[in-house]
């Protein structure tokens, strides 16, 4: 973790200005994790060793989970060193596809299994299984609820749906029917579901379906005509970044009108699949599975800045932002403030612990230096402290996607903390 100081006169100016600070890339055939320098541009493609059929990474508090899909279990690394620091066993033929964390948990889609597993963070060897249907694959949480993908399985695909899961009680709560293939998908600041449903790799091509969340109604599709599709994902500029499986670049739609910018004759970054971006630069990658794979960079109005080769196989992607714990460099005071999740959708937790009682306020700030919301301003005892951040400002409205600050004031010594609302 870098740790700078700054005057408090220039502190929220200087965070409005910062990116990713290191990109961490699976590459599946090579079965290693690529760790790249965003400031230097250099790569270690061999940064860690990965299992067998390494299917997604996820970043959070210094730590890496690496999904093995073949080894059917959650590796967690450091995300300083590479090193191994626990694995999370699943059992034999779960095939893990997808893991999210939230509020101390990671939650684990089974594609063999048919389940979604719930494991306890502080606690890895606690989890929970629940049946949700055949072969499920994406997640996404909104407002307390877990929507898991239900495919159906290759090569009927006869169950397509949207699982909803109760968080508080860890049920199914309702379906969501859906066209084929239900494989991944994403949840914009709008409230609505956006999901590829790929088809069944013949007769029954892919298509995007918009749900609004609010009544669980499909509201438009998208037809992406004879070609499939593996990755979805909010971009810049609100579009839609939706990634062709055979690498011919990237299809794009406005969340908001769902007007194709990109199709057909344009597609955006062309021979690239995946993608990642910050504040600064977007981050497409060429999945080569027999030779190196390409990281590029290019600027938000889409110039290209350089490239990176990578291992064999790239697959998922993940960025480690600046944990940034900025002190008021006058007299230093340690504070252990924490945020968890972060990217988070749609709260986030904040802890933070006092050695003795004293006067403390605590305030989300977005990337303007505005003020959005006073969670406390008291005495408060010593210990442990957690406020959780459901996204809304002061009046109770839900806020954008986007860069927050939570600032912790104790004894007029200041802490600011870097959240990412992703939606």
Same mark, same amino acid.
């Given at each position: 973790?870098?740790?700078?100081?700054?005057?408090?006169?220039?502190?929220?100016?200087?965070?409005?200005?910062?990116?990713?600070?290191?990109?961490?890339?699976?590459?599946?055939?090579?079965?290693?994790?690529?760790?790249?320098?965003?400031?230097?541009?250099?790569?270690?493609?061999?940064?860690? #060793?990965?299992? %067998? +059929? @390494?299917?997604?990474?996820?970043?959070?508090?210094? !730590?890496? &989970?690496? $999904?093995?899909?073949?080894?059917?279990?959650?590796?967690?690394?450091?995300?300083?060193?590479?090193?191994?620091?626990?694995?999370?066993?699943?059992?034999?033929?779960?095939?893990?596809?997808?893991?999210? #964390?939230?509020? %101390? +948990? @990671?939650?684990?889609?089974?594609?063999?299994?048919? !389940?979604? &597993?719930? $494991?306890?963070?502080?606690?890895?060897?606690?989890?929970?299984?629940?049946?949700?249907?055949?072969?499920?694959?994406?997640?996404?949480?909104?407002?307390?609820?877990?929507?898991?993908?239900?495919?159906?399985?290759?090569?009927? +695909?006869?169950?397509?749906?949207?699982?909803?899961?109760?968080?508080?009680?860890?049920?199914?709560?309702?379906?969501?029917?859906?066209?084929?293939?239900?494989?991944?998908?994403?949840?914009?600041?709008?409230?609505?579901?956006?999901?590829?449903?790929?088809?069944?790799?013949?007769?029954?091509?892919?298509?995007?379906?918009?749900?609004?969340?609010?009544?669980?109604?499909?509201?438009?599709?998208?037809?992406?005509?004879?070609?499939?599709?593996?990755?979805?994902?909010?971009?810049?500029?609100?579009?839609?970044?939706?990634?062709?499986?055979?690498?011919?670049?990237?299809?794009?739609?406005?969340?908001?009108?769902?007007?194709?910018?990109?199709?057909?004759?344009?597609?955006?970054?062309?021979?690239?699949?995946?993608?990642?971006?910050?504040?600064?630069?977007?981050?497409?990658?060429?999945?080569?599975?027999?030779?190196?794979?390409?990281?590029?960079?290019?600027?938000?109005?889409?110039?290209?800045?350089?490239?990176?080769?990578?291992?064999?196989?790239?697959?998922?992607?993940?960025?480690?932002?600046?944990?940034?714990?900025?002190?008021?460099?006058?007299?230093?005071?340690?504070?252990?403030?924490?945020?968890?999740?972060?990217?988070?959708?749609?709260?986030?937790?904040?802890?933070?612990?006092?050695?003795?009682?004293?006067?403390?306020?605590?305030?989300?700030?977005?990337?303007?230096?505005?003020?959005?919301?006073?969670?406390?301003?008291?005495?408060?005892?010593?210990?442990?402290?957690?406020?959780?951040?459901?996204?809304?400002?002061?009046?109770?409205?839900?806020?954008?996607?986007?860069?927050?600050?939570?600032?912790?004031?104790?004894?007029?010594?200041?802490?600011?903390?870097?959240?990412?609302?992703?939606?």
């Amino acid at each position: 973790m870098k740790k700078m100081f700054f005057s408090i006169s220039i502190l929220i100016w200087s965070l409005c200005f910062l990116q990713a600070q290191e990109l961490f890339i699976v590459n599946s055939n090579s079965c290693t994790l690529s760790k790249v320098n965003i400031e230097n541009y250099s790569v270690n493609n061999s940064f860690a #060793l990965l299992g %067998e +059929y @390494a299917n997604q990474v996820i970043y959070d508090r210094n !730590k890496l &989970y690496v $999904v093995n899909s073949g080894d059917n279990n959650i590796v967690i690394l450091n995300s300083e060193t590479g090193q191994l620091i626990n694995t999370i066993q699943l059992g034999n033929s779960v095939n893990p596809w997808n893991i999210l #964390l939230h509020n %101390e +948990y @990671a939650y684990v889609t089974g594609l063999f299994s048919g !389940k979604v &597993y719930k $494991v306890e963070l502080r606690n890895t060897q606690h989890i929970i299984d629940l049946d949700v249907g055949n072969a499920p694959q994406a997640l996404a949480i909104d407002n307390g609820l877990l929507y898991v993908s239900i495919t159906g399985g290759y090569p009927l +695909y006869s169950e397509s749906k949207i699982a909803i899961i109760d968080l508080n009680t860890f049920t199914v709560i309702d379906y969501i029917e859906v066209p084929t293939n239900p494989s991944e998908m994403v949840i914009d600041t709008n409230g609505f579901m956006h999901i590829i449903c790929t088809g069944n790799y013949a007769n029954t091509t892919s298509q995007v379906v918009i749900i609004n969340l609010a009544n669980r109604e499909i509201v438009h599709t998208l037809a992406l005509n004879w070609s499939f599709y593996s990755t979805i994902q909010l971009g810049v500029n609100n579009l839609i970044f939706v990634g062709n499986a055979y690498g011919l670049g990237f299809y794009t739609y406005n969340q908001n009108t769902f007007e194709v910018v990109n199709g057909y004759g344009n597609f955006l970054f062309a021979g690239c699949d995946r993608l990642l971006f910050d504040e600064d630069y977007l981050y497409p990658v060429k999945s080569d599975f027999y030779s190196a794979s390409i990281l590029y960079f290019y600027r938000h109005d889409y110039s290209f800045v350089r490239q990176i080769s990578l291992a064999i196989g790239a697959n998922s992607m993940a960025y480690k932002k600046n944990d940034v714990s900025i002190i008021d460099n006058t007299n230093a005071y340690s504070i252990n403030l924490q945020v968890f999740p972060t990217p988070f959708n749609p709260e986030v937790l904040i802890s933070f612990t006092l050695e003795n009682p004293d006067y403390a306020s605590l305030t989300i700030f977005n990337s303007k230096g505005q003020k959005i919301k006073s969670l406390f301003n008291a005495k408060i005892n010593q210990g442990l402290h957690q406020f959780l951040w459901q996204a809304t400002d002061q009046q109770g409205h839900k806020v954008a996607s986007g860069v927050y600050f939570c600032q912790l004031i104790v004894n007029e010594k200041t802490v600011l903390k870097k959240m990412v609302l992703l939606k």
